[in-house]
C-alpha cells in the first residue's frame, strides 16, 4: 500500500508541474514565446550516412566492416589494433615504486597492463590516426618471467583514422573491396627490434599497399594485429580496404534487409 501512495504522489506531482508549466507558457506574451523560440540555440542534424555497402560479388558488406570503413566519426569495435607483444615489469612501475615479490608480480602486470598500449597509441597517432584508446589489456596468465622482469600481454587498441578531406563518393555506385597485407619478414625488414617499431613497418606497409595501381579510391585499415617479442620473429599484418566502381553489368537495389555482422 505504501508503494501504491507513493507511486500515487510522484504522478500526481509530475502532473502537477506539468499542468503548472503549461500554465505559465499560457500567460507569456505571444510575442514573448516567438522571441524565446526564435532565440534558441538551433540543434543541427546528424548528416546522413548511407549504412549500407556493396561487395564485389554483389552482396552486402558485413556491418561491421561497413562501420570499421565509414563511421570514422566514433571508435566501433570491428577498427582494432591487437597485440601480443612482452614488456619489461619495470616500465609499469610509476615514480619511486619497485617490483613487489614474485609471487605478486602477474597481479601488478594485469592491473598496470593499459600502460603497455601507450607507446602503440603514439605511433597510430603519428601516422594514421587522430584518436586512440586502449580497449582492453591483459597479462597472459603465466608468462611472468621473475628471472628478467618480462611478461607477454594482449592488447586491443581501437583508433580513428585522420580526415584528409577527401569526400566520399556516390556509395550506391561503389562496390568495397577488402585485402589482407603482412610485413614481409622474409624481405629483410629493418627497425622491428621494439614492437614500437615494428608497428611504423607495417604502417608503411600499408602505405605501400594502399598506393597500389590495383586500389582504386580511399583505402583504409580496417584491422591490425602485431605479434612481438625479441626472441621470435615479428608476425603483423592488416586487413585494408577500399572502394570501386560498380563492375560492368552490376547495378545496385538498396537491400531490404540488414547486412549480417551488425
Not at 55 to 66: I, K, N, R
Not at 117 to 124: E, K, P, R, S, Y
Amino acid at each position: 500500500m505504501l508503494r501504491v501512495l507513493i507511486g500515487t504522489g510522484l504522478l500526481l506531482m509530475a502532473v502537477g508541474f506539468g499542468a503548472a508549466g503549461w500554465q505559465y507558457w499560457q500567460t507569456l506574451p505571444k510575442a514573448a514565446v516567438a522571441e524565446e523560440a526564435a532565440t534558441a540555440t538551433p540543434v543541427p542534424p546528424l548528416p546522413a550516412r548511407q549504412s549500407w555497402l556493396i561487395s564485389p560479388t554483389g552482396g552486402l558488406v558485413p556491418q561491421a566492416d561497413v562501420q570499421a570503413y565509414l563511421a570514422q566519426e566514433r571508435f566501433v569495435p570491428a577498427r582494432t589494433l591487437r597485440v601480443v607483444r612482452q614488456a619489461k615489469l619495470a616500465d609499469l612501475l610509476v615514480g619511486e615504486e619497485k617490483l613487489p615479490d614474485a609471487p605478486f608480480l602477474e597481479v601488478l602486470a594485469d592491473i598496470r597492463a593499459p600502460k603497455v598500449g601507450d607507446g602503440l597509441c603514439q605511433v597510430l597517432l603519428d601516422a594514421i590516426a587522430r584518436d586512440c584508446a586502449v580497449n582492453a589489456a591483459r597479462v597472459v596468465e603465466g608468462s611472468v618471467d621473475p628471472a628478467v622482469g618480462t611478461a607477454m600481454f594482449q592488447l586491443e587498441l581501437v583508433f580513428r583514422l585522420q580526415d584528409d578531406g577527401t569526400e566520399l563518393p556516390d556509395l550506391a555506385t561503389r562496390v568495397l573491396h577488402t585485402d589482407r597485407v603482412t610485413l614481409d619478414m622474409e624481405a629483410g625488414v629493418e627497425g622491428t627490434e621494439s614492437p614500437d617499431s615494428a608497428l611504423k613497418a607495417l604502417l608503411e606497409t600499408i602505405g605501400t599497399a594502399c598506393g597500389a595501381p590495383d586500389v582504386a579510391e580511399i583505402c583504409r585499415p580496417l584491422r591490425l594485429t602485431l605479434d612481438w617479442a625479441p626472441d621470435r620473429p615479428v608476425s603483423a599484418g592488416a586487413e585494408v580496404a577500399w572502394l570501386a566502381p560498380l563492375p560492368k553489368g552490376m547495378f545496385v537495389a538498396p537491400p531490404l534487409d540488414p547486412a549480417t555482422g551488425g
